[in-house]
């Protein structure tokens, strides 16, 4: 009698890739709207460059290794990374920085390593560290100020002109983002000082407050959902919140837990990034530690670091874990009991 071998899952539900990765790029669409209202239209067209540089450089890959290029293309998991790396750079950031940073992300963090499902790191974080720490001077300088601050902002025909180099950028349309602009200003002066910057707001951070909450928004449907475990995020916002309500209770040596939280990629980072199924833990409590180290990471790197953000390279060390936390957080297996030692197992002899 011939019997099947095929390989699990056996069960067959609605949760497939395609549909999963659809309602990620679809839950990102408030905080790029958030982003476009409060920055302009930067990170709309890194979205969309980045998009047609990773499918075209997924469908040469898929080409060059003879696989079928519209199945895979169908996974949108090229779309994922891209729309991720889109509202990551910053949205000046010059169109070659993103074409390096999204074609390294597709060639090299994804199939280099066998494609979709054997990457061990995140792709978009691989391609956002390679061009922070090759380019230093693009990312960083290329974060626009918020519109609201702006007597005259940057048109949509202007943005595309800075972007692909036809006309040089102005100091009155960047700044530096609220982490970078505390963590230096807070070392010579106080809170109360510090905070009196316009790019501060109401004392959190203008515009990426609602950028953030826009990106809490849409992770919360993913969750409700169940695109997403809901053991990572929130292990990523504890590990965040605990050092920083220990260690980061005087607002005079450090920035304090609201803006840690409502600045950044922080709700990018909890919901969409580290929730990566590939390159994070799939154990429950694996997921927990996992989320928590991002978390723990990212403190130390903005407080003790050079990077005033930091989420690539936590997710990307934490990366590394991953494996090692799913070894030693495997469940029990169904009827497991501990072996009894000493004086007991004497007394049943």
Known sequence: MALLTLSSPHAKGPQR????????????????????????WGNLHNVLWCTLVAIACEAAVLKLRKRPIGFFLNDYSAVVTAVLLGIALPPFAPWWVSLVATSFAIIFAKHIYGGMGYNPFN???VGYALVLVSFP?????????????????????DTLNIIWGQIPITDALTGATPLDTYKHEIAHSLSDTVLENPIFGAGFSLGWEWVNL??????LVLLALKVIPWQTPVGLLVGLAIPS?????????????VIHLLSGATMLAAFFIATDPVSSCTTTRGRLI?????????????????????IAFSVLLMNFAAPLIDVYTQPRTYGYVDAKRGS???EKN
């Open 17 to 40: 890739t395609s549909t999963m990765m659809r309602w990620v790029i679809a839950m990102t669409l408030p905080g790029l709207f958030m982003q476009t209202l409060f920055f302009g």
């Open 123 to 125: 792709p978009a974080m």
């Open 137 to 157: 001077v693009a990312m960083t300088t290329n974060w626009a100020t918020p519109l609201p601050l702006l007597e005259q902002p940057a048109s949509l025909l």
């Open 214 to 219: 826009a990106f809490l928004a849409g992770g």
């Open 245 to 257: 309500l220990l260690l980061g209770s005087d607002a005079d040596q450090t920035a304090p837990l």
């Open 290 to 310: 996992y989320g928590f180290g991002i978390g723990l990471l990212t403190y130390i790197i903005r407080a003790y670091g050079s990077y005033p953000d930091a």
């Open 344 to 346: 007991k197992a004497k």
